[in-house]
């Protein structure tokens, strides 16, 4: 059976379909089989796939989506053929959100780098704690050296749930990739690289946990 990871958020613009994209690329690059599921009305996550298709005529992911309450479905089929599968959510919490945690073996919290994103947490985490799966926050669109971004990571480790080790850097290459239907490791060696191969490795281990 495949891993799932759910990423979830209430605050639109966290980077959930940044985070996922590039999540699923990575794992993809270890020759893991990789599903996306998406559940955002939204649909960024399928416009995503659907011009990674155009541009590469095999996407080296399988891509489904899904009304809120038909995730488990999916994930059943989808866990079939697949190692990982990581499901992008809508920007709210509420119980359209549980059946996305449920299935979840591990929930991935993308926080911008401002507190207003941080505050937008309690939900979700709460919300994964109800239903018993481990939550991880990921500080995303870091600004190494500000004193922004240590008052949100020094806020974050006061909040009831983990926070990964690996943040994502405020880097042009995750804004520009997404939009060519590609993730950041796609683009040419550079920071981005070793960022999202140290949070896939962090991420791998944290899922070997929950064996």
């Known amino acids: 059976m495949a891993h799932i990871i759910t990423i979830a958020q209430q605050k639109g613009g966290a980077g959930k379909t940044t985070l996922a994209v590039n999540l699923a690329i990575a794992f993809a690059k270890q020759d893991k089989r990789v599903a996306i599921l998406d559940t955002d009305p939204q649909g960024s996550l399928g416009r995503w796939f659907m011009t990674r298709r155009e541009l590469l005529g095999d996407p080296g992911v399988e891509f489904a989506?899904?009304?809120?309450?038909?995730?488990?479905?999916e994930c059943q089929k989808l866990s079939d053929n697949n190692d990982i599968v990581i499901i992008d959510t809508p920007p709210k919490v509420d119980s359209d959100l549980k059946?996305?945690?449920?299935?979840?073996?591990?929930?991935?919290?993308p926080v911008g780098s401002s507190l207003v994103d941080l505050w937008a947490t309690d939900g979700v985490v709460?919300?994964?704690?109800?239903v018993g799966k481990p939550c991880v926050i990921v500080?995303?669109?870091v600004k190494s050296g500000t004193r922004l971004a240590e008052d949100v990571a020094a806020?974050?480790?006061?909040?009831?749930?983990?926070?990964?080790?690996?943040?994502?850097?405020?880097?042009v290459v995750y804004a520009q990739t997404?939009?060519?239907?590609?993730?950041?490791?796609?683009?040419?060696?550079?920071?981005?690289?070793?960022?999202?191969?140290?949070?896939?490795?962090?991420i791998s281990a944290l899922l070997d946990a929950t064996e």
Do not use: F, M
């Open 65 to 73: 989506t899904s009304s809120a309450w038909g995730v488990g479905y």
């Open 99 to 109: 059946p996305a945690l449920r299935e979840a073996d591990l929930v991935l919290v």
């Open 126 to 130: 709460d919300l994964a704690e109800r």
């Open 139 to 141: 500080l995303n669109r």
């Open 155 to 171: 806020a974050a480790a006061t909040i009831s749930s983990e926070v990964a080790t690996v943040t994502l850097g405020h880097r």
């Open 178 to 202: 997404l939009g060519q239907g590609l993730g950041a490791l796609e683009a040419g060696k550079s920071a981005a690289t070793a960022e999202v191969n140290a949070l896939v490795t962090e």
